[in-house]
């Protein structure tokens, strides 16, 4: 065991006002099995790259280990596996990595093939054993999942349950769950860590967020009756003071100026004293809701269809060449249906989707799709988002200010909305798709992949729209937690 001190990191980039990490002190143990959680374009990604030494920061960063980043840097991609292994691990013996790769369900063959040729989600594999294979060094993996289908997520979750010595950055709650002991989350104003996993800092966090908002409403409250009180006290105060300008009453009795002095006296310091009181309760108050999320409801405009089947595939089989993607699927989809498209990572599972959109791939059996079907599409590749965001909007034929609207809820800050779309995070540009799907009225929405990158806040609000609003859909997603919540139906490709 060895630890990594963290000493009053702070850290912006060039050119920004914004400061990424302010003063942050932390202390990590290289033995735990470490998530990191928080907003997209909170700073993850940045602070593995601080640790790493990639980037200037004032402050102390010191460790005893090593880091090594995930995903790997792989050069000349067509050479065979086995050399790129040897490159990066040259003290491993073949012994090794063959046990690393049975215990990630990897063939041996993959060895003798050109890393390039090897599926996403082999390679993600391949590169966490051969990492895990290097001594003494501490691992940052950076959203391993977004590549892996939902056995090869459980494959990878249960490798990691038999490591330690990692900090691993993921939105998928059941991976995180099966995987971690301790838990590091980037909050609006600061960063925490815990022991335990995902849901037991979930519980947590909403208990904190309940005490604050129930400490709130009861500062508030205190604070109107002290203001009232104040105030109150304040015109009694100037009513008694006037008294003492009186020269006689009515009775011809000249008012005792002493007496009155004092009673005003006594006044302004019971109201000097319930402003203090007012200014404490002030202050606590504006310690207050700092870090909480507010889960702000998104709305959706599904388009009703005027027939009940939307969209019907008989025996329909795709084909790359004269190679069969997958074994003849029937199905159809009827409105309210939500169906979760499943299957093996290359099974075809987008082949299928964008051949319902109309791309040209060959194919046997029958569609048939009804007349006048809008269609909403969220794609898997964000590589084509380029410009503003304003730009992107005209290109879509959306609604700018609905279009901002819905990317603030989902987490965005105004000053996002100046920058390039190519300039955002991984997960901002996934929200960027989403958005505009939600921005679209349409009879079927079809979604591929849509969490991959996206954050676990955003995952529950878009959960939560899909089960107030119940639109038609066709989707493939690996989060097992949101799968089981939204799908209503299920249809498998098997190649």
Known sequence: MSLIQISHLTFGYDGSYDVIFDDVSLQLDTDWKLGF??????????????????????????????????????????????????????????WQIK????LLEVEEDVLWRAFDSLSNGEQTKVLLAVLFLRENHFLLIDEPTNHLDSLGRKTVSNYLKSKKGFLIVSHDRQFLDDVIDHILSINKQNIDLQKGNFSTWQQNKQRQDVFE??????????????????KKTADWSNKV?????????SS?????????GHKAAKM??????????????IQQKSKLLQNVEKEENLKLSPLQYHKQTLLECKNVSLYYGQKK???????????????????????????????????????EGEMQKGSGLNISYVSQDTSVLKGTLQQYAEKEDIEY??????????????????KKIEDFSGGQKKKVLLSKSLCQKAHLYIWDEPLNFIDVLSRIQIETLLLQYQPTMLFVEHDAAFTQKIANKFVELKS
């Open 37 to 94: 959680t928080g907003r997209n374009g909170r700073g993850k990604t940045t602070f593995l790259k601080l640790l790493l030494g990639e980037y200037e920061y004032r402050g102390n960063i010191t460790a005893s280990v090593a880091f090594d980043y995930f995903p790997f840097d792989v050069s000349q991609k067509q050479r065979n596996t086995i050399e790129i292994i040897e490159e990066i691990a040259p003290e491993c013996e073949y």
């Open 268 to 281: 302004m310091k019971r109201s000097l004293s319930i402003t203090n009181r007012k200014e404490k309760a």
């Open 325 to 363: 993607v997958f074994e003849p699927v029937s199905f159809s989809i009827q409105k309210g249906d939500r169906i979760a498209l499943q299957g093996k990572n290359g099974t075809g599972k987008t082949s299928l989707l964008k051949w319902i959109l109309g791309e040209q791939i060959a194919f």
């Open 401 to 418: 200010s609905l279009f901002l609207g819905i990317l603030r809820k989902l987490g965005f800050s105004r000053e996002q909305f100046d």
């Open 99 to 102: 046990k690393e790769l049975s």
């Open 252 to 260: 011809g009795i000249k008012p005792d100026k002493g007496h009155i």
């Open 241 to 249: 003071e006037k008294t003492k300008k009186i020269g006689r009453d």
């Open 213 to 230: 908002l129930t400490e709130n409403e009861k500062l508030k409250r205190e604070i109107k009756t002290l203001t009232a009180a104040a």
